[in-house]
């Protein structure tokens, strides 16, 4: 029998970005979109309605002119998601990403795998210090 974590860090692209930008040129309300779909948001944004998953032309109307829209584009997160990776990497060897934010993991191996997918969601919330599901 197989067993395949799948892992997924919520507001990845944001927190990024705060750690690129310095905070006085970060907008409260911001959203990241890729494909006419929402991909994360700030927290301004999320309070005012727009949602991860949410089409582009509904999140804009939700910020209503007032924010900042940007289109995805891998680079600026290449690092971060090769530093969250990495840690994924103490636990299992079969890695398979799901985009910057996600990846499949084989647990197969692992004498408790429930366990074991228990240990990595405290492990990166600790050292990333994001939500992980």
Known sequence: MHVIA???????????????LTSNLQPPTW?????GVV???SLGAELRGVAVGMGL?????MLAGDGHIE??????????????LDL??????????????????DLTGHPNPEATA???LAFLRERLGLEVR
């Open 71 to 84: 289109a995805w584009a891998p680079e600026p997160y290449r690092q971060a998601q090769e530093r969250w």
């Open 88 to 105: 994924l990497s103490t636990f299992c060897d079969a890695i398979e990403p799901a985009g910057q934010h996600a990846a499949y993991a």
């Open 31 to 35: 959203f990241l979109h890729d494909a």
């Open 6 to 20: 799948f892992v997924s860090l919520e507001h990845f692209y944001a927190q990024v970005r705060l750690q690129l």
């Open 39 to 41: 991909l994360d948001t």
């Open 57 to 61: 032309s509904e999140a804009r109307t």
């Open 118 to 120: 228990v240990q990595i």
